[in-house]
Nanobody, 113 residues
């Protein structure tokens, strides 16, 4: 059974930074594509970043140059470094393993002055 625990969210001013973490249990994350998704109130969940098994990455256009996805295989944890945050980045952020049917509880990110 795969389980994910997201953390690192919080309240930050525009232009600030946060680093989110996703600790996984029940699966070796380096063997799968890992994704970060986000969902804002009234909107559908959307992907924002992914990291492939070969460590190559992809990002949605709106976060390119500002967000960086990475992983620490020793800790079995995926990270999302978020810089130059904007109010439109406010959402609940989730991590997801390719092929998994489960989601974590997510972590709230609020960007506001």
């Amino acid at each position: 059974q795969v389980q994910f625990v997201e953390s690192g969210g919080g309240l930050v001013q525009p232009g600030g930074s946060l680093r989110l973490a996703c600790a996984a249990s029940g699966s070796i994350i380096s063997l799968y594509t890992m994704w970060w998704y986000r969902q804002a109130p009234g909107k559908q969940r959307e992907w924002v970043a992914l990291i492939h098994t070969d460590a190559s990455t992809n990002y949605v256009d709106s976060v390119k140059g500002r967000f960086t996805i990475s992983r620490d295989s020793a800790k079995n944890t995926v990270y999302l470094q978020m810089n130059s945050l904007k109010p439109e980045d406010s959402a609940v952020y989730y991590c997801y393993r390719g092929g998994s049917s489960s989601w974590g509880q997510g972590t709230q990110v609020t960007v506001s002055s």
